[in-house]
């Protein structure tokens, strides 16, 4: 049985806050999440589809149909649907403050960033805490099933695509996913952008799986501009779908990269777009190596405190680091990722990006059992142990 991570955190929120976002790309889970929440406040939750036409048009007049449901928690999927909804909750919200009710009151659902974000971070600022939901992670599904870990590195966390039956099956569903996102999804959050062209450009992304951006490179692919370009990125990440990870900057003198590195978020997204179906094809492939790295930063990122800064550090020189986290003051932790069991050992480029960071913790990700320490200052740990056994949470 898989459960998910975040169900305590949004009970806990929605105590705290009059109105809570669940974030994250179609198909990952939300409305599953969010009906276990409402059984879970039952009777006193209500639910709409604001993708039915029949529950859009309860809501012909909301502050009518919402204050009949004051004392209830009220979940609103696919909120975009009804984006002029955001003032009426806004006063229904502060209605109920004044009259010393309890916080916990809507709950909305989206299927990304781009038609949330913009649209509640004025309107109800101050009254709404956000939250995103991945694909599964590692955490999730540790106790799931033998070699449920590489099941979900070939396939990725949709959950759908994970618990298929076979990796054809799962092949297919991912093939159907991206087609829907292209053609329907897309275009219905707003962007104007012909479905093959965003696809070469996805496919681009997952041909560079990890690499810097080089923008004119794609630009002149794709016979656009770069400032093209950049507005396609920028709606790739808005949709949860593609990770810009930015470049540490400092004033420690070096030569420091400046262009962000780009991953195609989901493993099994990744690998649909290359045409990999199964772990053998996978193993083959030259993206093998940032797919796996891609993976371990998409579980370790969402572990960590939302107010955590995350980069990754390189130089002219070569100094590099696969990621750098400040996951508390003063902290600052610089990992490496290997996919090699018997050799996991850091480049020199590490350590020397090591010492230009400052790092308080130096650490060795890779997928054998035992975790031990290479020298004084470098712990080489499973990647299962971090995430499961409390190393995330060790002191430095």
């Known amino acids: ?26 198909q990952v889970g939300k409305t599953t999440l969010a009906l276990a929440l409402s059984e879970q406040y039952a009777p006193d939750a209500l639910y709409l589809d604001l993708e039915l036409p029949s529950d859009r048009a309860k809501l012909s007049d909301p502050e009518l149909y919402l204050s009949q449901h004051e004392d209830k928690l009220v979940i609103l ?53 956000y939250e995103q939901l991945t694909p599964l992670l590692l955490s999730e599904i540790a106790n799931f099933a033998p ?20 990796d054809e099956q799962s092949f297919r569903w991912r093939i159907s996913f991206i087609q829907t996102y292209l053609e329907r999804d897309v275009p219905a959050l707003g962007p104007r952008i012909p479905a093959e062209t965003l696809r070469r450009f996805w496919q681009m992304l997952a041909n560079n799986q990890g690499q810097m951006l080089n923008a004119a490179q794609l630009a002149g692919s794709l016979g656009v501009s770069g400032h093209t370009v950049a507005r396609y990125l920028d709606i790739m990440v ?11 900057a400092s004033n420690v003198g070096k030569r420091l990269v400046k262009s962000p590195k780009v991953y195609v978020r989901d493993s099994g997204l990744l690998h649909a777009l ?10 083959g492939h030259p993206v093998v190596g940032a797919s796996w790295e891609g993976l371990l930063i998409e579980n370790i990122l969402p572990s960590l405190p939302s107010t955590t800064n995350a980069f990754f550090y390189r130089t002219a020189a070569g100094a590099e680091i696969d990621l750098v986290i400040e996951p508390r003051p003063r902290q600052r932790w ?14 020199k480029g590490f350590y020397l990006g090591c010492e230009h960071v400052k790092a308080t913790r130096q ?27 409390g190393f995330m949470h060790a002191e430095a």
Do not use: C
């Open 147 to 166: 070699n449920a870990e590489n099941h979900l590195w070939v396939r990725g966390g949709f959950p759908d695509s994970f618990l298929a039956e076979n």
């Open 274 to 283: 290359l045409d990999i179906q199964t772990q053998e094809q996978l193993l």
């Open 77 to 129: 999927d696919e909120i975009h649907r009804l984006p002029g909804l955001f003032t009426t909750l806004r006063g229904l919200i502060d209605r109920r403050r004044r009259k010393g009710r309890r916080n916990r009151q809507f709950l909305l659902l989206g299927s990304a960033s781009i038609d949330l974000l913009h649209q509640s971070a004025e309107t109800l600022a101050g009254r709404i805490a």
């Open 334 to 347: 610089a990992i490496e990722v290997k996919r090699s069991v018997s050799s996991p050992v850091p480049s």
């Open 1 to 26: 049985m898989i459960t998910r991570r975040l169900q305590p955190r949004l009970s806990a929120l929605l105590d705290q806050f009059p109105a809570v976002a669940l974030l994250g790309p179609r």
């Open 238 to 248: 808005d949709l949860l779908l593609v990770r810009r990870l930015q470049p540490w």
């Open 363 to 389: 650490i060795v990700l890779y997928p054998g059992d035992e975790a031990y320490k290479l020298d004084t200052k470098t712990e080489v740990i499973p990647f299962r142990k971090f995430f499961t056994d």
